[in-house]
């Protein structure tokens, strides 16, 4: 993260679908489309919710998961913990950084027996300055995603990661809808969230398509995530609004040409190029001592003799030589001394 380089995270999330296996194998395909790491979220059902049945915390009655209770739904989509310290190591033989959301002061501390070397604080956990401070205590870089917040959410969130010394930290700007509709991006957000708080400034995207994640590269995002399934039709909590990893693969050559697109501030033209602009040439044949006139110069491509602009400055002033039709016009052919 700390490169010029948009940092590329596939996020792998519920798409394990609960078989090892196949968290492996997703993980070995993220490394093939370019991403720069892979990302896991470190909870348990009892780290976001409570296991109770009442207004609050039974079946979902909107959504992509309408139907479902909070606790059975985090229960289904939850990593074991036995597992990611393997699958870090995969991981990091494959050349991607492993890290991960926490969601409760255990989750961090066994994160940290794993050395993860940053984290990412969701969207929906914003709010919970006392697990931010937490995580920023550690001193790694953190990334937060503002997907639920307003911006004294954020104001308060920067705040507990500099009250402990953490200042390396990115905002990601995130629509918390699954799958999310494009004209809810909002993109402009980008720019804005990066002059406000004067922190890098990225984008979690849950639309369908690349559009999404280029057009915020272009406008500024240092960070990209992106949810990433092997297959759409394994199904799954996050099935629906995740990339499958050709569609990834695109995404990441999009960035990438965005970015080199991007590429500098900068005026200066080759000298190859500058040979592309029009110049000032002599039309007919010209004696020496005979004036330069409207009927004899005139101003064409290539640019191998005095720019246009000094037309007006070099007619009727005369040549020191015969000058056939043809010729650039340049200073040492003009009878005076000419800068």
Known sequence: MNNNKV????????????????AVKTIEEIAKTGADAVKIQTYTADSL???VDNEHFGPLKEGLWKG??????YTQASMPYEWQPKLKKIAEDLGLVFFSSPFDKEGVDFLESMDVPLYKIASFEITDIPLIKYVAS??????????????????????ACKSVGNENITLLKCTSEYPAPIEGANLLTIP????????NVGVSDHTMGSIVPTVAVALGATVVEKHLILDRNLGGPDSSFSMEPQEFAEMVKAVRSTEAALGKVTYEVSEKNKLKRRSLFATKDILAGE??????VKS???GHGLAPKHYTEIIGQKVNRNVKAGTPITKDILSYDYE
């Open 7 to 22: 940092f590329i995270i596939a996020e792998l999330s519920a798409n394990h679908n609960n078989d090892f296996s196949l």
């Open 49 to 51: 919710t409570l296991n």
């Open 68 to 73: 479902t209770r909070l606790y059975d739904l």
């Open 138 to 159: 550690k001193g790694k870089p953190v990334i937060i995603s503002t997907g639920v917040a307003e911006i004294k959410d954020i104001e308060l969130a920067l705040e």
């Open 192 to 199: 804005n969230l990066k002059q406000k708080f004067g922190v």
């Open 291 to 296: 004036p330069f006139t409207s009927e004899n």
């Open 300 to 302: 064409v491509r290539p």
